[in-house]
């Protein structure tokens, strides 16, 4: 099919990033080429993201107003991925007759035989088989790129829908990944970001510490950085590896989501606060000056303002670097979504914003201890506001923006840190 155009939206996290990198690569084997919008291609892939009601709604949204695009042109064909299409499957077919087919992120692998189809299909099942198989995925070229290495999640934390959308636990082959890794290195790129729900509890006939050792020693990678990992599974063999494999960033997010143990329990999040603690001292003293972030849930069914203040407590007593929280959303089919009681909306509200006023400051207090530092900053390329403006981060994950050469983009270069701000640093190079 020559000449035929798609065009993809991405909701949700890097994982769906990285899967629409995977959607993009399979159809331009297909023949497709990348559109530049919506209304100039024949094919759409939404690509979804249920975590949260209003990831959801926003996708719900997006999609009835695409809708006219297909009155103007009948033979537009519009597909839901990600993990609304693998939760709901048929269901979004009901709800948007007009969708032509629905597959989820375990089955991006069918979309080659869906595109050739012109009934209505649903491919949302389980694929135990997902981790044996490599797609190509095309990478908006520059110095990062994205690697997914186990897929899936067995942890079921009440709140959370992941472990009914990704489905089970299941690790790359390690040779796969390395292979993966020296040809983006031989592609001229430095950084890699390695992928999974879960990802230090990966295993395949290596763990997760010796898959680092194995990519710490692939010629021109410079930086190996890594999402997300549980609390639970981090062990004092990761933590080491950290602190002497020179290429793994000095960064580690570390999801917390309440200081509360009591609420930690009742999210079957497998840790107290105390367990938690200890392996921030753990990191902190094995890897020195290690920038560390979190995530953070507010308004958990049965969260008490004594409860709430136990998180307020942790993120003075821990000091991260920065922090994404969340109010708590109930999603169908989790423990939590039918717990007594639920947190009104107004009480979320302002606990919310009370924890991000407490971690601003925080934030900007560590930022500021910066400020006359020399750091390396891989350049990833212009700044968004201003194109004299080079963006970059440092090892410590870190955003830095300094007038600069646009020749520097691709490659790592000191910086002294002049000014520290909330969400960036300025710099001048050296
Ligand atoms: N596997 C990762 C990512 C999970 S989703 C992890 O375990 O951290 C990213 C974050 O979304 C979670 O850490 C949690 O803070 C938040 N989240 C997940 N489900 C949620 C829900 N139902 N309501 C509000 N926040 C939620
Ligand atoms: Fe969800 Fe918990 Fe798994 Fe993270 S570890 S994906 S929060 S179930
Ligand atoms: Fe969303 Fe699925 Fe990622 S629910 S956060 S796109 S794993």
């Keep these: 099919m020559p000449g035929k155009r798609f065009y993809i939206e991405t909701f949700g996290c890097q994982m769906n990033v990285h899967d629409s990198e995977k959607i993009s690569g399979v159809l331009s084997r297909e023949g497709y080429r990348a559109a530049d919008s919506a209304g100039e291609s024949d094919l759409i892939v939404f690509n979804t993201c249920s975590i949260r009601h209003k990831a959801e709604q926003k996708f719900f949204s997006r999609l009835g107003r695409i809708r006219k695009l297909k009155k103007k042109n009948p033979n537009l064909r519009i597909a839901v991925a990600g993990c609304i299409a693998q939760q709901q499957g048929e269901k979004v077919l009901k709800r948007a007759p007009y969708v032509d087919f629905v597959f989820g992120p375990q089955n991006i692998h069918l979309l080659a035989d869906l595109v050739r189809r012109s009934a209505p299909t649903v491919a949302d099942g389980d694929n135990p088989g997902l981790a044996e198989k490599d797609l190509p995925a095309i990478r908006a070229s520059g110095s990062r790129a994205w690697v997914a290495v186990m897929y899936g999640c067995n942890n079921f934390c009440s709140y959370c ?13 390690s040779a796969n990944i390395l292979r993966e890794i020296e040809e983006l290195a031989e592609r001229g790129f430095r950084e890699v970001t390695l992928l999974g729900q879960n990802v230090n509890s990966y295993r395949s006939e290596i763990g997760f510490p010796e898959l680092l050792e194995k990519i710490n020693s692939v010629a021109g990678i410079e930086r190996i950085r890594f999402v997300t990992s549980h609390p639970r599974d981090l062990s004092e063999r990761l933590i080491s590896a950290i602190g002497e494999l020179e290429k793994v960033c000095e960064h580690f997010h570390l999801p917390l ?11 079957n999040r497998g840790y107290s606060y105390d367990e938690y603690r ?38 003075a007593d821990v000091e991260f670097d920065g922090i994404f929280a969340f109010k708590f959303s109930p999603r169908t089919g989790t423990a939590a979504a039918v717990m007594n009681p639920q947190v009104m909306d107004e009480i979320k509200s302002r606990r919310i914003l009370e924890i991000l006023e407490v971690q601003d400051e925080i934030t900007l207090k560590l930022n500021k201890k910066l400020e006359g530092s020399v750091q390396k900053v ?32 691709g490659s790592t270069v000191p910086v002294r840190i002049v000014r520290a701000r909330k969400h960036s640093l300025d710099g001048e190079p050296l």
């Design 278 to 315: 200890r392996r921030i001292d753990r990191l902190r003293s094995k890897v020195p000056g290690i920038s560390l972030t979190t995530d953070i849930i507010t308004g958990f069914p049965g969260e008490t303002d004594a409860d709430h203040q136990q998180t307020i407590s942790a993120l």
């Design 257 to 267: 989501q309440s200081g509360s143990t009591r609420i930690l329990e009742s999210m």
């Design 378 to 409: 891989l350049v990833e390329g212009l700044s968004e506001t201003d194109n004299k403006v080079l963006s970059g981060r440092t090892r410590s994950n870190k955003i830095v923006n300094f007038v600069g050469n646009a020749f520097c983009i």
């Design 161 to 173: 829908v992941v472990p009914y959308t990704r489905g089970r636990e299941r690790s790359r082959p």
